[in-house]
């Protein structure tokens, strides 16, 4: 049972390049979101979405795109990277906004 | 006020202690709370959870109980262990607008158990 999977788990970026960050579950879940964690920090909600073709701003979606065009997937997209967006940047799923919420194991993004 | 805080740490302990992490939540929240833990270099797993006002949640010798009267679900273990050392995270469901709801976590609480 793969549960949620992110790809890639490392990635070191140069200032200005672009990439997308990977997410699927095979859980049926609707609701899907992308979390970022700095160093010592708490999570914080970039963007999330309650089903395919659905999506909405979190706290701090400045920088980065979202798509949901199947119940599965959820990439996240940066455009042009800052070293501000070095991070680790999780994804979670959950079947509703009451039940809880599954993670990946993460991707550790340095943009230098 | 409309969030949910914790007791930020970090917390040391040595093996065999007793464990308490405070969190209080927002009374006008969605009635669910619950904790999540982050071993080093791993994304959040669910630890437990209640559902309702006098609930309580338990797992791997972790306790919390949904206390109304207090707006409180402290995370409680009577004897923890090294491999309990990880990062805590107490959450709530949060209205973000209309029937929208958004799962919102504290700062997460560091806990360092010592052999």
């Known amino acids: 049972n793969a549960g949620v999977t992110q790809t890639p788990k490392f990635r070191i970026l140069k200032i200005g390049q672009s990439m997308t960050l990977q997410c699927a579950q095979d859980?049926?879940?609707?609701?899907m979101y992308w979390y970022r964690q700095d160093p010592g920090m708490g999570l914080k909600l970039i963007y999330y979405?309650?089903?395919?073709?659905?999506?909405d701003k979190g706290e701090v979606p400045n920088g980065y795109n979202v798509s949901r065009s199947t119940t599965e997937d959820f990439p996240l997209r940066l455009e042009l990277a800052a070293p501000s967006q070095t991070s680790v940047y999780f994804c979670?799923?959950?079947?509703?906004?009451?039940?809880?919420?599954?993670f990946g194991d993460g991707t550790r993004l340095s943009i230098l | 006020g409309n969030s949910v805080t914790q007791m930020e740490g970090p917390v040391t302990l040595s093996e065999e202690a007793f464990l308490t992490i405070n969190c209080t939540y927002t009374?006008?929240?969605?009635?669910?709370l619950f904790w999540y833990v982050q071993y080093p270099g791993e994304g959040l797993q669910l630890l437990l959870k209640?559902?309702?006002?006098?609930d309580k949640g338990s797992n791997k010798g972790f306790e919390a109980t949904y206390r109304k009267e207090t707006t409180s679900f402290h995370l409680e273990k009577g004897s923890v262990q090294v491999s309990d050392s990880a990062v805590y995270f107490c959450?709530?469901?949060?209205?973000?607008?209309?029937?929208?709801?958004?799962?919102?976590f504290g700062k997460g609480t560091l806990l360092t158990v010592n052999p």
């Open positions: 979670a799923s959950s079947y509703s906004i009451n039940q809880p919420q599954h």
């Open positions: 859980m049926n879940h609707n609701y």
């Open positions: 979405s309650v089903g395919a073709g659905i999506t």
């Open positions: 009374a006008t929240g969605y009635p669910s």
């Open positions: 209640a559902t309702k006002a006098d």
């Open positions: 959450a709530q469901p949060l209205n973000s607008g209309g029937s929208n709801y958004k799962l919102t």
